[in-house]
Nanobody, 121 residues
Framework: QVQLVESGGGLVQAGGSLRLSCTASRGTFSRYIMGWFRQAPGKEREFVATISATGASTRYADSVKGRFTISRDNVKNTVYLQMNSLKAEDTAVYYC??????????????WGQGTQVTVSS
């Protein structure tokens, strides 16, 4: 079973940037379509972005479009989320997971522990 480990979160002021990483411990990472999700306190987990297995295609939630960029390095078994122009409403625990399709919004692997992003206004 693939294990996912997220990192890179932290406390940042509004307007700042963070880069999240998610590394898969084993498995055929390069075959997976990968996605980032987030869960704010008291809310359900929501889709943020997805990237195709080769990295050629990406998709973003409207709330992050133009500010966040998803990318991947299949040699390092890692998917990234570059977050710029952060807003207070981006505060959440961020998770990565594989999805069935580029428009998928449900993770198909066991969830990792996530990484906390806190944006102060």
């Amino acid at each position: 079973q693939v294990q996912l480990v997220e990192s890179g979160g932290g406390l940042v002021q509004a307007g700042g940037s963070l880069r999240l990483s998610c590394t898969a411990s084993r498995g055929t990472f390069s075959r997976y379509i990968m996605g980032w999700f987030r869960q704010a306190p008291g809310k359900e987990r929501e889709f943020v972005a997805t990237i195709s297995a080769t990295g050629a295609s990406t998709r973003y939630a409207d709330s992050v479009k133009g500010r966040f960029t998803i990318s991947r390095d299949n040699v390092k078994n890692t998917v990234y989320l570059q977050m710029n122009s952060l807003k207070a409403e981006d505060t959440a625990v961020y998770y990565c997971n594989a999805v069935f399709t580029i428009v998928g919004t449900r993770g198909i692997l066991n969830w990792g522990q996530g990484t906390q992003v806190t944006v102060s206004s």
